[in-house]
């Protein structure tokens, strides 16, 4: 029938009868079915992959607009902490105002084993560059609404931790005892706790991090994204925060180890120096992902966090040494005290000399 019509259609309009010694009658019949055929398959695609996107979405992992489960009813699926407060936008976690800490928390442990989550966030202030703090986390933990110094959440966690880190607190130092590992700000890390690991601001964090990458999400006047997956022992992070809907590649950890039944959730804090950190939405998808038998069988259950060959992801931080003229300074004015006690060590066994020789007369 559509070929038909496509046939009577090239008859009608001499503009296309050109194309009739190239086409024959039968050629175009067949063409035009596989065109049909090829819409048809790609509509149902296009539909399945809506539906994937849809059927997959965990609602009762994710917090978005209008934020209608979060609040202080027994019905909340997300706590409120600290200074954080709704707006019909986001979710204001600290404002721009010195020494706050906020907080929103899921109260529904995570029970997906293959996940991938979508934060939509922003970070904005008055302060100039290098003058704003101190950051947001995103977390899963197995202790919730716990605050601390880290980010407002507390410090030696049981679960992982992603930090996006907008002060650089001691870069300039690390430099002069480090040449090139200085960093540009804001940095996003990833950090594995298992209950003993400390996060050590002064240093970003880099003796336990994990991974991490540069992350200009600090004022820009686009929408900026974080994306974590994690599968088959694996986690991913990228970002988005350049305005061009791309992601790109932060972090990639293999041989990650997660427990079942842990809490999703996203802190901030400020110090002296401020900045208003805003959740937009976090949305948690399941990923459908094959295993084989073999796989099953290696599948373990893991009560703490782990990472497999973790010394190859710590970085060595020395503390802050002597620079060489420091030294040679110091040196100097040893061999002078040196030279001096010696001069006086003499001066006096010269008088008690000449005193005991007087005994004598």
């Known amino acids: 029938m559509v070929a038909a019509v496509i046939e009577a259609n090239l008859n009608g309009f001499g503009g296309f009868s050109f194309l009739r010694p190239m086409f024959p009658f039968k050629n175009i019949r067949e063409l035009t079915c596989l065109f049909v055929t090829l819409c048809v398959l790609t509509s149902h695609s296009l539909a399945d992959e809506q539906e994937f996107i849809e059927d997959f979405l965990k609602r009762e992992y994710s917090l978005v607009k209008?934020?209608?489960?979060?609040?202080?009813?027994?019905?909340?699926?997300?706590?409120?902490?600290?200074?954080?407060?709704?707006?019909?936008?986001?979710v204001r976690l600290t404002p721009d105002l010195q020494s706050r800490q906020g907080a929103v928390w899921s109260r529904v442990p995570l029970t997906v084993r293959d996940w991938e989550l979508k934060v939509h966030f922003k970070i904005h202030g008055q302060g100039k560059k290098n003058l704003n703090g101190d950051g947001m986390a995103i977390w899963l933990t197995r202790d919730r609404m716990q605050d601390g110094a880290v980010f407002g959440s507390m410090n030696q966690f049981t679960g992982l931790g992603v930090f996006v880190d907008t002060y650089p607190n001691a870069e300039k130092n690390l430099d002069k005892t480090q040449p090139g590992t200085q960093r540009t700000f804001p940095y996003v890390s990833v950090m594995l706790g298992n209950g003993t690991l400390s996060y050590d601001h002064d240093y970003h964090g880099r003796p336990t991090e994990l991974g991490g990458c540069t992350a200009t999400a600090r004022n820009a006047l686009h929408d900026t994204f974080l994306l974590l997956r994690y599968s088959k022992s694996r986690l991913t992070l990228?970002?988005?925060?350049?305005?061009?809907?791309?992601?790109v590649d932060c972090a990639d950890i293999t041989g990650l180890k997660l427990p079942s039944g842990f809490f999703f959730g996203a802190s901030s804090a400020t110090g002296d120096l401020s900045d208003n950190h805003d959740l937009i939405s976090m949305k948690l998808f399941q990923l459908t992902v094959e295993r084989t038998p073999e796989e099953e069988d290696e599948e373990e259950e893991v009560t703490v966090p782990r990472v497999d060959n973790m010394e190859q992801f710590r970085v060595d931080v020395q503390e802050e040494g002597m620079s060489g003229v420091q030294l040679v300074v110091t040196l100097l004015f040893s061999a002078m005290g040196l030279g001096v006690l010696a001069v006086v060590g003499v001066s006096v066994y010269g008088r008690w000399k000449e005193n005991r020789r007087k005994r004598f007369y």
Request: no cysteine; proline share 6%.
């Open 238 to 247: 990228a970002v988005d925060v350049d305005g061009k809907q791309e992601w």
């Open 66 to 90: 209008p934020y209608r489960g979060l609040g202080f009813s027994s019905s909340s699926q997300w706590d409120l902490m600290g200074t954080a407060m709704v707006t019909p936008d986001h």
